[in-house]
Nanobody, 124 residues
């Protein structure tokens, strides 16, 4: 079972940028498809972005296209989420998740391993 630890969250002004990292241990990250989800207070967890095991295929939530970008460095056992032009509505806890598959999913139920989450707060 892979263990995941997110980092890079924090408080940022609207229009700013953050890069989240998700470091894996206990297993080789290259065997997993990965994704980022987020959960705002009082809301359900939602899909943000996913990336295939080899990094060739990615998908981003339609509402976030052009602002967020997922990437991975399997040599470093790390997945990233670059977030630009941040808005107050992006405020949430961001989680990375691993799926023992070639391909990602947009359904959180398909992921077997989760990090503890990192808080992102965007001020107006």
């Amino acid at each position: 079972q892979v263990q995941l630890v997110e980092s890079g969250g924090g408080l940022v002004q609207g229009g700013g940028s953050l890069r989240l990292s998700c470091a894996a241990s206990g297993s080789t990250l290259s065997t997993y498809a990965m994704a980022w989800f987020r959960q705002a207070p009082g809301k359900e967890r939602e899909f943000v972005a996913g990336i295939s095991r080899n990094g060739l295929w990615t998908r981003h939530a339609d509402s976030l296209k052009g602002r967020f970008a997922i990437s991975r460095d399997n040599a470093k056992n790390t997945v990233y989420l670059q977030m630009n032009s941040l808005k107050p509505e992006d405020t949430a806890v961001y989680y990375c998740a691993a799926r023992d598959s070639i391909y990602y999913s947009v359904d959180a139920r398909d992921f077997g391993s989760w990090g503890q989450g990192t808080q992102v707060t965007v001020s107006s």
